[in-house]
C-alpha cells in the first residue's frame, strides 16, 4: 500500500492523482443523485459534441472522466517502473497520448454501438392534427397546437387560405414555409380520413 502511494503521489501521476479524486467525488454524487450528469455538457439532457481530442458521441463529463483515469494509469505505472529523471517526463507524455487515444477509440464505439439521438425538426409535425388557439387563422395570421411524438405540446404559428378555421378547431399540418416560418394548415375532419394521421 505504502509502494501504490509514493506512486501515485510520485510525478508525473501525481498530476492527475488529485484531479481523479474529484472525478471519483462527482460520479459518487451522481450515483446518489446530487448532480446531474449534463454538468460540463453545455445543455439538458444533450451529448456535446467533443469530436476532435475528446472523441465524438460520449459526454464531456464521461470523456473527461476515462481520459484523466487512462492518464493516471500510465503515469502510476511509470512512477513505479521508471527511474526518476528525463524518462518521466516522457511517460506523461505518453499518458497524454494514451488518454487521448482512448477517448477517441471510446467515442468511436460509442457512436456505433449506441443508437443516434433522434434531433427534432419542423418537418416531424407535417402529416399531424393540430388544434387552433387563435381567435382564427388566415393567410396571414394564426397559431395551433400540436403534439409531438413525446407527448409533448407547442404552439406553433399557422396559415390558411381557407375559411372556418376558428379557435378549438382541427386542422391538419401539410407543410412548412421555411422563409416565413410557419405552417400551412388545412380544415380537417378525422371521420373523412381513412388514415388517420397521429396527433
Do not use: N
Not at 458521441?57 to 494509469?73: F, I, K, M, R
Not at 505505472?77 to 524518462?87: H, Q
Not at 468511436?108 to 407535417?126: G, M, N, Q, T, Y
Not at 407527448?151 to 378555421?165: I, P
Request: hydrophobic content about 50%; some cysteine; charged content about 20%.
Amino acid at each position: 500500500m505504502a509502494d501504490f502511494l509514493r506512486a501515485a503521489l510520485a510525478f508525473p501521476a501525481a498530476l492527475f492523482s488529485f484531479a481523479l479524486v474529484v472525478v471519483a467525488v462527482y460520479w459518487l454524487l451522481v450515483l446518489i443523485g446530487g448532480v446531474g450528469v449534463h454538468i460540463l455538457d453545455g445543455g439538458e439532457g444533450g451529448h456535446a459534441d467533443t469530436d476532435g481530442s475528446t472523441g465524438a458521441g460520449l459526454p464531456v463529463t464521461v470523456s473527461l472522466s476515462l481520459g484523466l483515469l487512462l492518464a493516471w494509469l500510465v503515469c502510476l505505472a511509470g512512477a513505479a517502473l521508471v527511474p526518476e529523471g528525463p524518462a518521466r517526463t516522457a511517460t506523461l507524455v505518453a499518458a497524454l497520448a494514451v488518454a487521448w487515444a482512448g477517448v477517441r477509440l471510446a467515442g468511436r464505439l460509442a457512436r456505433r454501438l449506441l443508437p443516434p439521438e433522434k434531433v427534432a425538426s419542423r418537418d416531424d409535425f407535417i402529416g399531424r392534427v393540430c388544434t387552433v388557439r387563435t381567435g382564427r387563422v388566415a393567410a396571414d395570421f394564426g397559431q395551433a397546437e400540436v403534439r409531438a411524438d413525446d407527448g409533448s405540446t407547442a404552439v406553433v404559428q399557422v396559415r390558411t387560405d381557407e375559411s372556418g378555421l376558428v379557435a378549438g378547431s382541427t386542422a391538419l399540418i401539410y407543410a412548412y414555409d421555411a422563409d416565413g416560418e410557419f405552417f400551412r394548415v388545412a380544415p380537417y375532419d378525422g371521420a373523412l380520413d381513412p388514415h388517420k394521421p397521429v396527433v
